[in-house]
């Protein structure tokens, strides 16, 4: 945080950015839209996965057995030239990206206590927030006390019209500044806490959420937690996105063990 040109440090950490807020913000409005029809074939996975072995897209295709049942298959372009390229049903897919989500799963207790250590500094920063905010309204205050001063010193004539002129302008462009600095303080700020909250029981549920949501809700919830998703053979490469990246390592390090409290030191 700037403040007269000087940096404050916060004293808490944001665990997400912006891009992944709004992100989450669309997945929860996504439970209580209407669901849109698709121009096309609703395939889960379109435009999503690229070829390891090629780049191209992995692009799906319909395909309908002789018993009638239809199936999704999903399979290098080879739009750069053929290199035997596999075919994979959607449902394989799905089955390996679900295990992804399994593994961001964590005890409900420890889930429970990084909220509680979330709402501890969310209060120390809320605090921090309303010192800084009383701080910039008394420095907006101050600047107007002297314009009005300057006019009543300009009306008994102690001093010249431009002189006034020329202060005036230079208190309001201060003004300027500290109302911008306002604007960051309001900017969303309980908003960011309890997306944070939900980021962390979102991760915890991921797999079930996953699998439970529409198509849709199914495509934000990839592109939220997943990226440079590849098609290896019939294998699904990828990386998690932040901050899921630091909960699945979290996650890998700890052997819980089932039915017991979470606060056990992991075995080793």
Not at 109 to 128: G, M, Q, R, Y
Not at 142 to 163: A, H, P, V
Not at 207 to 217: A, K
Request: hydrophobic content about 30%.
């Amino acid at each position: 945080m700037v403040y007269n040109e000087k940096e404050y440090p916060h004293n808490y950490d944001r665990i997400i950015t912006r891009e992944i807020f709004d992100k989450v913000q669309e997945i929860k409005a996504g439970h209580h839209k209407k669901h849109f029809k698709y121009a096309g074939l609703p395939f889960l996975y379109r435009g999503l996965i690229k070829c390891a072995e090629c780049g191209c897209l992995i692009t799906p295709e319909k395909k309908t057995k002789k018993s009638g049942k239809t199936y999704h298959y999903y399979h290098c372009t080879q739009y750069n030239g053929k290199h035997g390229a596999e075919w994979l049903r959607e449902e394989e897919l799905t089955k390996q990206l679900s295990q992804a989500f399994e593994s961001l799963k964590m005890p409900q207790k420890v889930v429970d206590d990084i909220v509680e250590t979330l709402k501890a500094t969310h209060k120390d920063k809320s605090e921090f927030h309303k010192n800084l905010l009383e701080r910039y309204n008394a420095e907006y205050q101050k600047y107007e006390d002297r314009i009005e001063k300057m006019y009543e010193d300009k009306l008994d004539g102690s001093i010249t019209e431009s002189f006034y002129d020329k202060k005036r302008k230079e208190y309001r462009a201060k003004q300027k500044d500290v109302n911008k600095q306002l604007a960051k303080l309001h900017f969303a700020d309980e908003e960011y806490y309890i997306t944070s909250e939900y980021l962390l029981k979102l991760a915890s549920k991921a797999r079930e959420l996953f699998e439970s949501s529409e198509l849709q809700e199914k495509r934000l919830f990839l592109k939220l937690t997943l990226q440079n998703l590849e098609l290896e053979g019939k294998k699904v490469r990828f990386d998690y996105q932040k901050p899921f990246d630091v909960i699945a390592n979290y996650a890998s390090r700890q052997l819980w063990l089932p039915d017991q409290d979470s606060d056990l030191e992991p075995t080793a």
